[in-house]
């Protein structure tokens, strides 16, 4: 299928959202090249294979490559739109980071020509397509761009934030809704063009700043909820009372509907967003910064109880049941799970059993003599104590009344609490 706007699509971060992007752009019959500064992501893709675990994205890889639309590099090469997905994290003191995407923006500039598209999908603080354009104009002083000729400009800028979910990436970038910002209305009609090529959903057209907006308004609005599931778990835990049972209970009302309490939260958007709005509005971002505050100081709550129980032992074997951010992926970005099992290993709290089914090695900051990874039947039959921090639905499947009738069980999610 031959489109007469797009023949070319460059994408710069092949990661969680970059490479699923491509890979089904490049199904619709357009050539993808796709830009990164891993060689080893690059040449994984290149033979095929991905470097990354995402239901169905293996095949369609494998397809699109085989097929000759899609393939990796290192160094930019011209396109018709580029899209950018790299990350977007905070410094200390939770200030914005875009050094990510501005040199992805600055490489991507050399090889701009007039008429191209370029979109920022990452995550970003409200101005930042702004800022992109600005960096653009600075190494190409030759091309004019939208803020000083409007819709006349030789390159067209837009945002467009992604909305997916982990684990059903592939079935949600076609069939999601997109929020699609411009800096001009012509870039975003440009841009909604791109995305219609994919998309079965409605495309919304709006201005960048307030899609910027509109993606930490998503996850800042979960942010809240999750923070409240949290804070009720640990008032629920002081009043001796069951929070999944109450839970259950409470949200038999017609109009409630509380979340499931956790670690902490996790993964690259709901656990960094809002504090892009917090930085952005300190003064007015109380209830934001608050859920967010509530949420990060999860993790200690959870090892609190670890220490009160691992001192009742001579010889502690803790077993942690899951890295990952969220069920069955393998996503350990800004993880509780890991935060958690890192601080238990700092302080020695005993031997630590780790069983994370979706890696095949522990990252470098859980490397220790004191620490092995390992299968669940083994933590099983080894440990004292269980510290559930995933709710993989292998663990799901544990008869907990009888492989661990024996265990101390601090079960941060729920995983066997909330049907009793």
Same mark, same amino acid.
């Given at each position: 299928?031959?489109?007469?706007?797009?023949?070319?699509?460059?994408?710069?971060?092949?990661?969680?959202?970059?490479?699923?992007?491509?890979?089904?752009?490049?199904?619709?019959?357009?050539?993808?090249?796709?830009?990164?500064?891993?060689?080893?992501? =690059?040449?994984?893709?290149?033979?095929?294979?991905?470097?990354?675990?995402?239901?169905?994205?293996?095949?369609?890889?494998?397809?699109?490559?085989?097929?000759?639309?899609?393939?990796?590099?290192?160094?930019?090469?011209?396109?018709?739109?580029?899209?950018?997905?790299?990350?977007?994290?905070?410094?200390?003191?939770?200030?914005?980071?875009?050094?990510?995407?501005?040199?992805? =923006?600055?490489?991507?500039?050399?090889?701009?020509?007039?008429?191209?598209?370029?979109?920022?999908?990452?995550?970003?603080?409200?101005?930042?397509?702004?800022?992109?354009?600005?960096?653009?104009?600075?190494?190409?002083?030759?091309?004019?761009?939208?803020?000083?000729?409007?819709?006349?400009?030789?390159?067209?800028?837009?945002?467009?934030?992604?909305?997916?979910?982990?684990?059903?990436?592939?079935?949600?970038?076609?069939?999601?809704?997109?929020?699609?910002?411009?800096?001009?209305?012509?870039?975003?009609?440009?841009?909604?063009?791109?995305?219609?090529?994919?998309?079965?959903?409605?495309?919304?057209?709006?201005?960048?700043?307030?899609?910027?907006?509109?993606?930490?308004?998503?996850?800042?609005?979960?942010?809240?909820?999750?923070?409240?599931?949290?804070?009720?778990?640990?008032?629920?835990?002081?009043?001796?009372?069951?929070?999944?049972?109450?839970?259950?209970?409470?949200?038999?009302?017609?109009?409630?509907?509380?979340?499931?309490?956790?670690?902490?939260?996790?993964?690259?958007?709901?656990?960094?967003?809002?504090?892009?709005?917090?930085?952005?509005?300190?003064?007015?971002?109380?209830?934001?910064?608050?859920?967010?505050?509530?949420?990060?100081?999860?993790?200690?709550?959870?090892?609190?109880?670890?220490?009160?129980?691992?001192?009742?032992?001579?010889?502690?074997?803790?077993?942690?049941?899951?890295?990952?951010?969220?069920?069955?992926?393998?996503?350990?970005?800004?993880?509780?799970?890991?935060?958690?099992?890192?601080?238990?290993?700092?302080?020695?709290?005993?031997?630590?059993?780790?069983?994370?089914?979706?890696?095949?090695?522990?990252?470098?900051?859980?490397?220790?003599?004191? =620490?092995?990874?390992?299968?669940?039947?083994?933590?099983?039959?080894?440990?004292?104590?269980?510290?559930?921090?995933?709710?993989?639905?292998?663990?799901?499947?544990?008869?907990?009344?009888?492989?661990?009738?024996?265990?101390?069980?601090?079960?941060?999610?729920?995983?066997?609490?909330?049907?009793?």
């Amino acid at each position: 299928m031959d489109n007469p706007l797009f023949k070319k699509v460059s994408i710069y971060g092949l990661g969680y959202i970059g490479l699923p992007t491509a890979a089904v752009i490049a199904s619709r019959g357009i050539e993808v090249v796709g830009v990164d500064v891993s060689r080893h992501a =690059v040449d994984t893709i290149n033979q095929g294979k991905i470097h990354i675990v995402e239901p169905d994205l293996d095949m369609l890889v494998q397809s699109a490559v085989t097929t000759g639309k899609l393939r990796a590099t290192i160094e930019p090469e011209p396109a018709d739109a580029f899209m950018i997905a790299v990350p977007t994290p905070f410094t200390d003191g939770h200030k914005p980071d875009l050094s990510y995407i501005e040199a992805a =923006v600055r490489n991507l500039a050399k090889v701009l020509s007039k008429g191209n598209l370029v979109i920022l999908e990452s995550t970003s603080p409200v101005g930042t397509t702004e800022k992109i354009a600005q960096w653009m104009s600075e190494v190409r002083p030759d091309l004019s761009f939208p803020k000083e000729a409007g819709d006349q400009a030789d390159i067209q800028v837009a945002h467009c934030p992604e909305r997916v979910l982990p684990g059903f990436v592939i079935q949600e970038l076609v069939a999601n809704d997109r929020v699609i910002g411009g800096l001009t209305p012509k870039c975003a009609e440009r841009a909604k063009a791109l995305y219609q090529i994919f998309v079965r959903a409605k495309c919304f057209i709006t201005d960048a700043r307030t899609a910027e907006m509109a993606k930490l308004t998503e996850n800042s609005f979960r942010d809240v909820n999750i923070a409240f599931a949290n804070e009720l778990s640990i008032i629920c835990d002081k009043l001796n009372i069951n929070v999944w049972e109450l839970i259950r209970l409470a949200n038999r009302h017609p109009r409630v509907n509380i979340l499931s309490p956790g670690p902490g939260v996790g993964g690259h958007c709901i656990a960094v967003d809002p504090w892009f709005i917090v930085d952005s509005a300190p003064e007015q971002a109380r209830l934001i910064r608050t859920a967010r505050e509530v949420n990060d100081a999860k993790p200690e709550f959870v090892i609190n109880k670890v220490r009160k129980v691992a001192a009742e032992f001579k010889q502690p074997k803790i077993a942690c049941l899951g890295l990952a951010f969220k069920a069955d992926i393998d996503d350990l970005r800004e993880s509780p799970a890991v935060a958690i099992t890192r601080q238990i290993i700092a302080e020695h709290l005993g031997d630590v059993l780790i069983v994370e089914p979706h890696i095949k090695a522990l990252p470098e900051n859980l490397k220790d003599s004191h =620490v092995r990874l390992v299968s669940l039947a083994e933590s099983l039959e080894s440990a004292n104590i269980i510290v559930t921090l995933t709710d993989h639905t292998l663990f799901s499947q544990i008869k907990h009344t009888v492989l661990l009738k024996e265990k101390i069980i601090i079960d941060a999610r729920g995983v066997w609490e909330k049907d009793q």
